[in-house]
């Protein structure tokens, strides 16, 4: 990979930036006037996609051994204890197929703060301590908090797991419940070894950090083995035919429903930018002056919020902006229909479905794509406000193979962006007739009838509607989803991920 020397991501940084000669491998974002020193040190190919059969979860649990763990220098009591007085540090996050260590500090503390961030990521201890008390975290994570106190989360992990079954991409990075109590410290060990050498190490440092700063850092990482450069090799998965549904029968206090198709295009592609303006418009995220925020929520009040995706969005419910570092070869075009009561979750498919016949059918206007242009050249500035998160965005770009800056990109794409762009783009990576639906709710076997039925799904508003809202509800609880029986099934949600 060529060397990257980010001078900024994007103009008002431009002053604050200078660029330095850097090695192979280095992404470096200096900042003179930035206080603290940020860390990203991403290993390709270690994240989850890489589980051995039987093993799920061992990317992540390995990931947070280094990060969350003891090293050969210090028990992990120890380190926090170290790193209280610095206000600094570090922490892993896996995405299905790079693993990413980060830290951040004040440049002060930068000397005595780096060699524990060393020391975690090429001496770990992988002590059994560390094992069971990650793991047992991990393990209630799957069988409490997804199962049980996240249904839109749980929606989202279905409909991934579903769609990319039988692939690499087929499990969340989270794991399975049997895989991860069956993991072991040599596996950890193993894992560790193959995946986490130098040939799969991309170095990312940015902010008020000096020379010596690179120097060290870069001695220090050549502790790791020396490869071989590791590469996931793509599997395809199945592909899509007709609408299918799968239905998580839980103890829910309302439904929840995640809908996702194929898509072929990844962020650095022309046809990637048309396609984001076109999304923002249609389902930002967090965004209530989004087509579908106002067709379902604002409108109708149906639930707290909808919205579209074009990129894997992690922790959407606790996030306004997507955090750098999810990269993936392989996304899926999204819709994220956030809780309702149950009696209305029919008619809130057939609207968000209906909606994204619409798009697809007949695109945006002029109008519309010009007002959207002009709102996301300015908006694009809030992805990264920070020199840890443009140093993410940092990244990504050589995962992405990205020359320049994605973000840049994005924003200058939106200048001349015209209408013909945006729909041809739309026409040629979204569809709505191949698409699989998850929806996690209560009674499973009266949704199923009336999804096959195809019946007219009326509903009633707690307080008056206008009559134009009224008579638009009579085409959607009409709006034919043509579901076939045998593309339907119930699966319990006492027994997810185990």
Not at 91 to 110: F, L, P, W
Not at 129 to 154: A, K, P, Q, W
Not at 425 to 432: C, G, P
Request: with cysteine.
């Amino acid at each position: 990979m060529k060397t990257r020397t980010l001078i900024s991501l994007f103009l008002p940084f431009l002053l604050a930036a200078r660029a330095l000669a850097a090695p192979t491998n280095d992404v470096l974002l200096p900042v003179a006037d930035d206080p603290t020193v940020s860390y990203r040190i991403m290993f390709s190919s270690a994240g989850s996609g890489s589980d051995p059969p039987g093993k799920e979860g061992l990317a992540a649990l390995t990931a947070r051994m280094i990060a969350e763990g003891a090293t050969k220098q210090h028990r992990y009591e120890e380190i926090l204890d170290l790193l209280f007085p610095m206000a600094g540090g570090y922490d892993a996050s896996c995405s299905v197929e790079t693993v990413t260590i980060s830290g951040r500090i004040h440049k002060d503390n930068a000397v005595a703060f780096q060699p524990l961030l060393l020391q975690a990521i090429v001496e770990p201890a992988f002590r059994s301590e560390d094992l069971e008390r990650i793991r047992s975290d991990m393990v209630s994570y799957l069988e409490n908090t997804l199962r049980y106190s996240g249904d839109e989360e749980l929606a989202k992990a279905v409909l991934y797991e579903t769609m990319f079954a039988d692939t690499w991409y087929g499990h969340i990075p989270a794991g399975r419940v049997k895989s991860l109590k069956s993991i072991s410290l040599d596996d950890v060990r193993d894992f560790y070894s193959q995946q986490y050498n130098i040939q799969n190490c991309v170095i990312g440092l940015g902010g008020g950090y000096v020379a010596e700063t690179l120097t060290s850092l870069k001695k220090g990482l050549k502790k790791l083995s020396p490869g071989p450069l590791i590469a996931n090799v793509a599997s395809e998965p199945e592909p899509i035919k007709g609408l299918h549904v799968t239905i998580v029968e839980k103890d829910a206090p309302a439904t929840a429903i995640s809908i996702g198709a194929r898509l072929d295009v990844l962020r650095g592609q022309p046809d990637w930018y048309p396609l984001a303006l076109a999304n923002s418009w249609f389902g930002e995220h967090r965004n209530s002056a989004s087509h579908l925020y106002q067709v379902i929520r604002e409108v109708r009040g149906l639930n707290y919020g909808d919205y579209s995706y074009i990129e894997h969005f992690a922790n959407a419910g606790e996030l306004e902006f997507p955090a750098p570092g999810d990269r993936r070869s392989q996304q899926i075009f999204e819709m994220w229909i956030r809780p309702m009561p149950d009696a209305w979750a029919h008619f809130a498919l057939r609207a968000a479905l209906r909606e994204l016949k619409r798009l697809v059918d007949d695109g945006l206007s002029a109008e519309q794509v010009l007002e959207k242009r002009a709102a996301l050249s300015k908006y694009v500035f809030h992805f990264a406000p920070t020199t840890m998160d443009r140093l993410g965005y940092a990244l990504d770009d050589t995962f992405y193979r990205i020359e320049g800056s994605h973000l840049n990109l994005y924003r200058n794409a939106m200048q001349g962006m015209i209408r013909d762009q945006v729909n041809a783009a739309v026409r040629k990576h979204l569809q709505y007739k191949d698409l699989q639906v998850v929806i996690v709710t209560k009674d499973a076997q009266a949704l199923r009838k009336a999804l096959i039925s195809d019946a007219p799904s009326p509903i009633t508003y707690p307080t008056p509607r206008p009559a134009e809202v009224l008579k638009e509800d009579q085409q959607i609880m009409n709006y034919p989803l043509h579901i076939r029986p045998e593309n339907v099934r119930i699966i319990s949600g006492k027994t997810l991920f185990e």
